[in-house]
């Protein structure tokens, strides 16, 4: 069990995300009819995250949300940044663009508030620029899914995570003690979701810019 706050799990996290996002059309995903939300990082938050030698070009957002139910349907997320050789001149750089495509799915409420419990996210790592070994493509793909999911956990702060139960085994006793320390149970600030995630399926290749061969878990 580990406390979600990945984008797309935690409904808080995606509202917010996508609170001054831009409508740029619909798309059908899997027969599904979705608004498309966009939201691009500005200059300045780029900025602050930039550093001597890597500079982010970019950070950009879309969200897929069902025309029918309001449910986000799927996640894409695109992050290019370029890293400057130590000359600092621009004929050196390298650049990396990160792609994310997650799917959401198999939605079940969970004290009244729908959760994806299943999904698939597709990463690609493209590297490009003045590379001595040419331009590089990985593509991981990944299945998941979500056995169990709960909120205000008693004990489970945002700075911790409950381990698997086979990790907990010898140091129950350990636990135990720590929680009767102290038999109030803590403030409730926000609503912390907890899940139990399943086992998943991963593969990932690397390829170069002539092979349009895809990992498939």
């Not at 799927?74 to 050789?85: A, G, P, V």
């Amino acid at each position: 069990m580990a406390l979600i706050d990945m984008q797309g799990l935690d409904p808080q996290l995606t509202a917010s995300l996508f609170a001054d996002s831009v409508c740029i059309g619909e798309r059908s995903i899997d027969g599904e009819d979705c608004f498309v939300l966009k939201v691009e990082a500005e200059a300045s938050s780029l900025r602050a995250r930039n550093s001597s030698s890597v500079e982010i070009i970019r950070h950009t957002v879309w969200g897929y949300f069902s025309q029918r139910t309001g449910l986000l349907v799927q996640l894409e997320d695109s992050h290019l940044l370029q890293i400057r050789s130590s000359g600092g001149g621009a004929g050196g750089s390298v650049f990396w663009e990160t792609t994310m495509e997650s799917r959401l799915g198999d939605y079940r409420a969970v004290d009244g508030v729908n959760i994806a419990h299943a999904g698939r996210t597709a990463v690609s790592l493209v590297r490009f620029g003045d590379c001595q070994d040419g331009n590089t493509r990985t593509r991981m793909e990944e299945e998941w899914n979500i056995e169990e999911v709960d909120f205000n956990i008693w004990g489970l702060s945002m700075d911790c995570f409950l381990p698997p139960s086979d990790l907990r085994e010898g140091k129950e006793s350990q636990d135990v003690a720590v929680v009767k320390a102290d038999a109030r149970p803590p403030p409730l600030r926000i609503p912390a979701v907890t899940v139990r995630v399943g086992p998943s399926q991963v593969a990932a290749v690397n390829m170069d810019d002539s092979d349009s061969l895809v990992a498939r878990s």
